[in-house]
């Protein structure tokens, strides 16, 4: 595991984020689970532009046409698996309801660890 925690895009939220990747390489991933209902008013959307070469986040902004746009709708607890290449963004929430979500960032290729190289980090002690 890279990272988790909560991703909170408050109800009446008029700011949309610029289309982004997370990672530019194919070894993770992240794993988004919403706690309330991803309506077309405040849920997450995926782009596919066209392209034969791999791409970077430098230009997917606003040099690449976009061919494919997804809203993603799903109920609360939904397991959504994003690749770490995938082009996202959260648009502004023009729900009446808060949108939390949990995230979870995974893959170790991308930190260089190995199972020899992780370390014991248990955080209590055996009496």
């Known amino acids: ?12 939220n008029s700011t949309t984020q610029d289309f982004q990747i997370d990672f530019d390489d194919k070894t993770s991933s992240t794993i988004f689970i919403p706690i309330a209902h991803l309506i077309s008013e ?9 392209t034969k070469n791999h ?11 976009i061919e494919v746009l997804t809203q993603i709708v799903c109920k609360p607890y939904t397991i959504i698996k994003m690749n770490s290449d995938s082009i996202h963004r959260g648009i502004g929430n ?10 979870i960032n995974s893959g170790s ?5 190995t199972a020899e190289k992780i370390e014991d980090t248990s ?3 055996d009496y």
């Open 123 to 125: 955080m209590h002690e």
């Open 94 to 103: 023009r729900s009446n309801i808060d949108r939390p979500m949990f995230f």
């Open 42 to 50: 405040n849920s997450p959307q995926v782009a596919c532009i066209k």
């Open 55 to 65: 791409f970077t986040e430098a230009n997917i902004m606003g040099k690449t046409e």
């Open 109 to 113: 290729k991308k930190l260089g660890l």
């Open 1 to 12: 595991m890279i990272t988790c925690g909560f991703l909170f895009n408050p109800r009446d």
